[in-house]
């Protein structure tokens, strides 16, 4: 009997713009019913469940591109772009990028085929390497989403392993998502990144929510990872938060641009910031 394929290596040779090593990307196959689309969490991330056929599909571990010789990682549409300053510096941080992740991930190894460890790693790699890009390449909200999916993964990496603290991985990897999540409206405001040129704002990959997307999750990553050690800050974190859910259940109705599902989150979200705040500050 034929083994059930989930991937694929494209046809096309891949040369990387730092090492100039030659590779071929692993794909997902779709159709065929690999792919079991489960629950929406409140951090807009698709669970998928396996099947009997193809067990389990994990769409988010392959659309990093990362050169397995020298483990730079970029989204598709960047991977070939790179200016002389960016290749410079990620060409002297191949030894670093591999010492950071090596202790986390022993066996990481981006020729074989993908497991959780190379998903995980593909994006905490991605989001290194877009701190060298240029502001034209949107670097702050390609990090915000590398660590956002990055600590996914490692949640899910957690309850394969419950014992290899994957978990303390995650809660770091999503406070990151966190703070940079909040970094982009701060881009936004002061017109350093072209946040709207995005093509897709995700942050799953069955659906594009856009910028109210991107909204959201300032308010829901800050309510559950923001820092709770001091009551001020975290007041003025939640009016952060509170102020851009409040740019979302403002526009009122539905639309094709803002799903119901979408406006009824951030609805129920901006109610348990309100009530937080409360507590904190009655006059909030």
Same mark, same amino acid.
């Given at each position: 009997?034929?083994?059930? =394929?989930?991937?694929?290596?494209?046809?096309?040779?891949?040369?990387?713009? %730092?090492?100039?090593? =030659? @590779? $071929?990307? &692993?794909?997902?196959?779709?159709?065929?019913?690999?792919?079991?689309?489960?629950?929406?969490?409140?951090?807009?991330?698709?669970?998928?469940?396996?099947?009997?056929?193809?067990?389990?599909?994990?769409?988010?571990? /392959?659309?990093?591109?990362?050169?397995?010789?020298?483990? /730079?990682?970029?989204?598709? $549409?960047? @991977?070939?772009?790179?200016?002389?300053?960016?290749?410079?510096?990620?060409?002297?941080?191949?030894?670093?990028?591999? +010492?950071?992740?090596?202790?986390?991930?022993?066996?990481?190894? @981006?020729?074989?085929?993908?497991?959780?460890?190379?998903?995980?790693?593909?994006?905490?790699?991605?989001?290194?390497? /877009?701190? !060298?890009?240029?502001?034209?390449?949107?670097?702050?909200?390609?990090?915000?989403?590398?660590?956002? =999916?990055? #600590?996914?993964?490692?949640?899910?990496?957690?309850?394969?392993?419950?014992?290899?603290?994957?978990?303390?991985?995650?809660?770091?990897?999503?406070?990151?998502?966190? @703070?940079?999540?909040?970094?982009?409206? &701060?881009?936004?405001?002061?017109?350093?990144? $072209?946040?709207?040129?995005?093509? +897709? !704002?995700?942050?799953?990959?069955?659906?594009?929510?856009?910028?109210?997307? %991107?909204? /959201?999750?300032? #308010?829901?990553?800050?309510?559950?990872?923001?820092?709770?050690?001091?009551?001020? $800050?975290?007041?003025?974190?939640?009016?952060?938060?509170?102020?851009?859910?409040? =740019?979302?259940? #403002?526009?009122?109705?539905? +639309?094709? +641009?803002?799903?119901?599902?979408?406006?009824?989150?951030?609805? &129920?979200? !901006?109610?348990?910031?309100?009530?937080?705040?409360?507590?904190?500050?009655?006059?909030?």
């Amino acid at each position: 009997m034929a083994e059930a =394929r989930i991937t694929f290596r494209g046809k096309k040779d891949l040369t990387c713009p %730092v090492c100039r090593n =030659r @590779f $071929r990307k &692993e794909e997902l196959l779709t159709g065929g019913g690999r792919m079991n689309a489960g629950d929406l969490t409140d951090e807009l991330h698709r669970v998928y469940l396996p099947t009997q056929k193809y067990g389990e599909v994990r769409p988010l571990l /392959y659309p990093v591109t990362v050169c397995p010789q020298c483990w /730079y990682a970029a989204y598709p $549409r960047n @991977f070939d772009t790179l200016d002389g300053e960016a290749r410079d510096a990620l060409d002297r941080d191949i030894g670093t990028r591999k +010492s950071m992740l090596r202790p986390i991930f022993p066996e990481l190894d @981006f020729d074989r085929d993908r497991g959780l460890a190379e998903g995980c790693a593909s994006y905490v790699l991605a989001a290194l390497c /877009y701190e !060298h890009r240029p502001l034209s390449d949107t670097p702050t909200f390609f990090r915000a989403l590398s660590f956002l =999916r990055a #600590g996914w993964l490692a949640a899910d990496l957690h309850k394969a392993m419950p014992s290899d603290n994957y978990d303390y991985l995650s809660a770091i990897l999503l406070r990151k998502a966190s @703070f940079f999540y909040g970094e982009i409206l &701060e881009c936004e405001r002061r017109g350093l990144e $072209r946040i709207e040129e995005i093509p +897709s !704002h995700g942050p799953d990959l069955d659906n594009n929510y856009g910028f109210d997307g %991107v909204l /959201y999750l300032v #308010g829901v990553l800050l309510l559950k990872y923001g820092q709770r050690d001091d009551p001020m $800050r975290r007041m003025n974190a939640l009016k952060e938060a509170r102020a851009a859910v409040s =740019r979302i259940v #403002g526009m009122g109705q539905s +639309s094709r +641009s803002k799903p119901s599902v979408l406006l009824d989150r951030s609805r &129920e979200l !901006h109610k348990t910031i309100k009530q937080e705040l409360e507590l904190l500050d009655p006059h909030a």
